[in-house]
């Protein structure tokens, strides 16, 4: 056997056995998350109820901002008990539990006395609920965003991503978005954030719906048109990731934003893994003497996510960036404050996933009085989380070294 195939069959086994142990790697920490989760159950408390926040805007919307997901159910459940014209709802997941079923149920009441109801929800998202949970009787219309296209598009890679968003549109007069799924748990046990807009930019939101159903929709189903006017809003826009047209403007405006930011950035993430760009220009920003602090869970509900995002840590630390761990409880929002002036709330993680995977949506809002708002949610939340420092981060163990080296490589998939 020649040296050059030596030298192939050696690199082949190398790579093999690389793989083979990431894979035990991701096993080992499923199997103990597993664990955990079993423990942590039947002893889990719910977070402490948190009041609604509205302002309103100078173009004349108000915006209403929820970081306790039972409240912002009820005020979804009582939008829709209220529409009289059309209802758009569009959620990653929505769980078949108690809270599922009350909006299952508050839609077919909607239908029943003369509401247009369109739902669209992600099929991988949803495996584990029932298909008889979302067979919902006319004339409501359900889309099912497909696990994989039909024929040939399981070789397309535009069709990989995720209908990751949640929008609710009720009428002309109200649309939610954020981080919240619809479910039991996110109702009392998860701090996430979600934002409602009454006023013009409603339109904005409504337009995101309609555009991905007449995309997606069916050849039988109708197209779907506006019933609100569409107006120029500089103060609050609308970003969309849209896979099939290999547009991602979410990641392009959080890197204006970053490189625009004077004194603070304060982003809370559920999964934070930056790409090169998002992570040098934040290095960057601390570098000039903004003051980066980045909230994060203490434990989240993806472990090997949580392993991947500790590969960032160091450099972070080292460059001047606070983090800051939510103990407790999950941490689910998708938010970022700068200098007192830029907020942004939606759907999009930090991570490639949602940046350059996923269908997404998030608003960015230039004003003060919300990015205040935020900056005191902000500031309760670092309340409950503890600040990670250098030197307690420089003494961790070996083994979390080896767990951290070893899944590296899978961080560009995630």
């Known amino acids: 056997m020649s040296l050059r195939q030596n030298t192939r069959r050696l690199i082949r086994r190398g790579l093999l056995a690389f793989l083979a142990l990431q894979v035990a790697a991701v096993a080992s920490l499923m199997g103990a998350d597993r664990a955990r989760r079993f423990v942590r159950g039947h002893h889990a408390a719910s977070l402490k109820p948190a009041p609604s926040r509205s302002h309103t805007i100078d173009d004349g919307t108000t915006a209403t901002t929820y970081t306790y997901g039972e409240t912002l159910f009820e005020d979804m459940l009582a939008a829709i008990e209220g529409a009289t014209t059309r209802i758009l709802l569009e959620s990653y997941i929505i769980k078949g539990d108690e809270m599922g079923h009350r909006f299952r149920a508050a839609l077919i009441a909607a239908s029943q006395r003369g509401v247009d109801v369109h739902v669209i929800y ?3 998202a949803n495996l584990v609920v029932r298909p008889s949970f979302y067979r919902l009787p006319a004339p409501i219309q359900v889309l099912k965003y497909p696990v994989w296209g039909p024929g040939w598009q399981f070789f397309n890679p535009r069709r990989y991503g995720r209908d990751h968003r949640k929008i609710l549109v009720v009428d002309d007069t109200a649309a939610f978005v954020g981080g919240y799924n619809i479910g039991s748990l996110y109702a009392t046990q998860w ?9 013009p930019a409603v339109w904005d939101l409504e337009n995101a719906f309609i555009d991905f159903w007449n995309i997606q929709k069916p050849a039988h189903q109708a197209e779907l048109g506006p019933i609100t006017e569409a107006r120029w809003e500089p103060q609050i826009r609308a970003h969309r990731n849209l896979p099939r047209q290999l547009m991602y403007p979410i990641r392009g405006m959080y890197l204006e934003a970053i490189d625009r930011a004077h004194h603070t950035i304060d982003i809370t993430a559920a999964y934070f893994i930056p790409d090169r760009d998002i992570l040098a220009a934040l290095l960057a920003a601390a570098q000039r003497g903004v003051r980066v602090r980045i909230l994060l869970p203490l434990v989240s509900n993806h472990v090997v996510t949580d392993w991947l995002s500790r590969g960032f840590y160091g450099r972070l630390l080292r460059g001047g960036i606070e983090i800051h761990r939510y103990k407790d409880h999950m941490v689910h929002a998708k ?27 998030n608003l960015e809002i230039l004003d003060q009085g919300l990015a205040q708002g935020m900056y005191e949610a902000f500031t309760d939340d670092l309340s409950k989380a503890d600040r990670l420092d250098l030197h307690e981060w420089e003494a961790r163990r070996l083994v979390s070294r080896v767990y951290e080296a070893i899944l590296r490589p899978l961080g560009p998939l995630l």
Request: aromatic fraction near 8%; hydrophobic fraction near 30%.
């Open 122 to 124: 992600d099929g991988f």
């Open 335 to 361: 938010t970022a404050t700068i200098d007192g002036e830029w907020t942004t709330i939606g759907t999009a993680n930090i991570d490639r996933l949602s940046l350059q995977g996923n269908y997404e949506i």
């Open 191 to 199: 701090r996430d954030t979600h934002l409602r807009v009454e006023g």
